[in-house]
């Protein structure tokens, strides 16, 4: 083929791609397209009107600019870019194009959060502890009265959950009972009459349970059983506490070392808390907040046995309060180990803050025993 089958030249001075009309045919024939005029690009001068039997009006090339910019031509038009539409997605973007949305800013870091109401739970805190420092020291009766309180709604809270979440019904009115007896008795009687309360109790519920259908009969009276053991037999040993000669003090030293255990292991774990101390059952507890309850109990062990207690000395101190943040822990995340079976976050929301009753005796249930067999070790159970 040689070069004039190729059709007319481009123009003098034009440089872009040239597309020469077919040969043979003039400018404006039917069906063909005319010659590119230089001075005429778009064809005006063509002879073709809009919609004719010629075709469609041919779109000229547009030459681009070396240095990347979009040329505009005489009639005002610029070439567009980006998507036609908004669920198109967009091309690989050209560095020589701007780009037509600057990337989103990177979300601001988020500080620790607590998790809970403070304000509501530090109101609370201080509420409840007006009303067992008022009854503590001003006649013993009216604090056991506080503890039974405490037992009753305590086995209310975790028979309901029991009940609502795995079908467990615990018999309710012999836990009750039973529980009021065994705190009444245990502050009057001793840990004899303590143990007497509680098997009466556990035959109490064998027999109420008796009145119901057979199925579940196992599972219910095995609850029943337990939850004796674990809200009013244990909250029996504060009354134990209270029953000797600076009983209120007994009380107090129990009472502050468990709560400054826990203050310590909240302050430092979320603080400083980096290691899981067992994530399966409480994820939020580290060990170094196991180190700082143990740390803050030792030091107000050892003011409380040496200032508070009759005949005490502050290395029992070191020692009372090292046990006690260990059994404190330990009693929430059995707690915890309760809830996460039962899938619940609050064994209740009677406390604004803190969550239920069962909420606040986790740590002091398993610490009342401890407290009471060392301070009977340490200076005597009178």
């Known amino acids: 083929m040689n070069d004039s089958s190729r059709g007319a030249p481009p123009p003098a001075g034009y440089t872009g791609p040239w597309l020469p009309p077919d040969q043979g045919h003039s400018p404006g024939a039917a069906g063909t397209a005319p010659a590119y005029d230089a001075q005429d690009p778009y064809g005006a001068r063509s002879g073709w009107p809009a919609g004719s039997a010629g075709g ?47 990337p989103p800013p990177s979300p601001a870091p988020q500080k620790k959060s607590a998790g809970r109401d403070l304000g509501a739970a530090i109101g609370v805190g201080l509420g409840l502890g007006a009303v067992i420092l008022a009854s503590l020291f001003v006649v013993k009766a009216v604090f056991v009265a506080v503890i039974v309180a405490a037992v ?104 502050v070392l468990t709560v400054v255990s826990d203050t ?67 009693g929430d995340l059995g707690e915890s180990m309760i809830k996460r079976d039962l899938g619940i976050k609050d064994m209740g929301t009677l406390l604004p803050g803190h969550g239920g009753i069962m909420d606040r005796l986790d740590s002091l249930l398993p610490t009342a025993p401890v407290a009471w067999l060392l301070l009977a070790g340490f200076v005597g159970t009178t």
């Open 56 to 102: 469609t009006q041919p779109l000229p090339v547009i030459p681009a600019d070396p240095a990347g910019a979009v040329p505009e031509d005489h009639a005002g038009t610029r070439r567009l870019g980006g998507p036609l539409f908004r669920d198109e997605p967009p091309s690989t973007p050209n560095p020589q194009e701007p780009m037509d949305s600057a």
């Open 264 to 330: 310590g292991a909240y302050a430092v774990g979320w603080r400083f808390g980096r290691h899981k101390l067992a994530p399966r059952i409480s994820p939020g507890k580290t060990r170094e907040g196991l180190a700082g309850a143990v740390s803050f109990a030792m030091v107000a062990g050892a003011l409380c046995m040496q200032f508070l207690i009759d005949d005490g000395v502050w290395w029992q101190g070191l020692l009372l309060g090292l046990v006690v943040a260990v059994s404190a822990t330990l």
């Open 152 to 255: 009753v709604m305590g086995l209310w809270e975790l028979t309901s959950r029991l009940r609502e979440r795995q079908g467990v019904d615990a018999p309710l009115v012999p836990l009750v009972i039973g529980g009021a007896a065994m705190v009444v008795a245990g502050y009057a009687r001793g840990a004899e009459g303590a143990w007497v309360a509680m098997a009466l109790t556990a035959l109490a519920v064998l027999v109420w349970r008796m009145t119901g259908p057979a199925e579940g009969y196992l599972k219910d009276v095995t609850a029943g059983v337990f939850a004796a053991f674990y809200v009013p037999f244990l909250a029996t040993f504060v009354a134990l506490l209270l029953a000797a000669g600076d009983g209120p003090w007994r009380v107090l030293t129990f009472l």
